[in-house]
């Protein structure tokens, strides 16, 4: 029960087991993964021997965690890469203020909680970063303040998990609720591209490259007037392989791959990620599990479903945005992970990357900016 690689295969097959599932037209495909991590992760700390044997684990499933991240992000970023630019130069500012609108409904929705409640604005702070799944915004959250690490993490680390079922149920949900039919939106959507990927090889080299670079770009600190902004392997490797997949070749370097190859990777990486994600905090977020935290838990969910619902509403209704497009707009301004996962297992379209790589620096940006204004009007 304490090897680390047994509790990660163990939650993937479980996990994908209960993602068969049907209820109705629902079920949780890849997503299980998460929920048997979380009860996988909840259950081998009772079992463990020592406090060294528990950290080594825990250094074990933060490598897989890590390591997932680099999967599923490059492989994201190199399928993207073919119709980015096509998806830019048609809905280009569209995405831009998607990025930001829903970080600032995220944002605006948190603060008004410091007002109307009687708990720990730094839990809130943490709580803000956790609702919309982002780690680079817990990066500058904490970096926003001079005291309170461990209140800020608390609240990331409680908020993290309700921020990812909300993105994960609305990406399900919201086709169901408004009767969108993705059958027909995926026949109309005629900027799909042709897959001829099958004659490309797959190159490590050049792959191997595609990730140097992006965790060296990740490694970059951007100072701005208000905050230091750092991208972190996610943001930085997605980059490099937005850019580099765009451009294709360089010299004798190929970056153009094999999407059925990168599928796999995607895929591999996506289930690595989200039962990594449970075991890292089941224990917890289950153990701890108190009045306390429950509010903070429903303030997240609630949180991230507001900024689910603004992102769906102006994007669908004000811009127009097909589904396919939109559901990986909405991940990326989530700055979502799992949430991506869930919309390309809902939807069955490489195009919601897209959607993803083209909104996601912008929210990432749109983190930086609101955590360091939570802090100032909340007087941290």
Not at 28 to 53: C, D, I, M, V
Not at 288 to 309: D, H, K, P, T, W
Request: hydrophobic letters at 50%.
């Amino acid at each position: 029960m304490n090897n680390p690689f047994f509790l990660l295969f163990i939650s993937i097959l479980s996990g994908l087991l209960l993602g068969k599932i049907h209820f109705k037209n629902f079920k949780l495909g890849a997503s299980g993964t998460l929920f048997a991590g979380l009860f996988f992760g909840w259950l081998f700390p009772l079992f463990t021997n020592s406090q060294k044997e528990l950290i080594n684990i825990q250094n074990t499933l933060n490598t897989f965690f890590n390591f997932s991240l680099i999967l599923f992000v490059s492989s994201i970023g190199l399928i993207a890469s073919s119709d980015i630019k096509k998806i830019l130069k048609t809905h280009g500012f569209k995405f831009i203020i998607l990025g930001f609108l829903i970080t600032f409904s995220g944002f605006i929705s948190t603060l008004l909680f410091t007002y109307f409640t009687n708990l720990n604005n730094l839990n809130l702070l943490g709580i803000f970063s956790g609702s919309m799944t982002s780690s680079p915004g817990l990066a500058s959250a904490l970096e926003s303040v001079k005291e309170g690490s461990a209140d800020i993490i608390y609240g990331y680390t409680v908020g993290y998990i309700p921020g990812v079922l909300a993105v994960i149920f609305s990406i399900y949900f919201i086709p169901i609720i408004f009767k969108i039919n993705i059958y027909e939106e995926k026949e109309s959507y005629k900027i799909e591209s042709i897959d001829n990927s099958k004659n490309y090889n797959f190159n490590f080299i050049s792959y191997s490259i595609v990730i140097i670079l992006g965790i060296l770009i990740g490694n970059l600190n951007f100072n701005l007037k208000f905050a230091s902004l750092k991208l972190g392997n996610t943001g930085g490797i997605l980059l490099s392989s937005l850019f580099l997949g765009s451009l294709g070749k360089i010299g004798n370097l190929s970056f153009e791959f094999n999407k059925n190859i990168l599928k796999v990777f995607q895929n591999l990486g996506l289930v690595i990620f989200l039962s990594s994600i449970g075991l890292r905090s089941g224990y917890k977020v289950i153990s701890n599990f108190n009045r306390e935290s429950l509010y903070l838990m429903v303030i997240s969910f609630v949180c991230a479903i507001f900024s689910i619902l603004v992102g769906y509403i102006i994007g669908k209704y004000i811009f127009k945005l097909d589904w396919i497009i939109l559901a990986g707009a909405i991940t990326g301004g989530m700055t979502s992970t799992p949430g991506l996962g869930a919309a390309l297992d809902s939807t069955k379209s490489e195009l919601v990357t897209a959607g993803y790589g083209a909104t996601y620096p912008f929210a990432l940006l749109g983190m930086v900016i609101f955590n360091k204004l939570f802090s100032i009007l909340t007087n941290l």
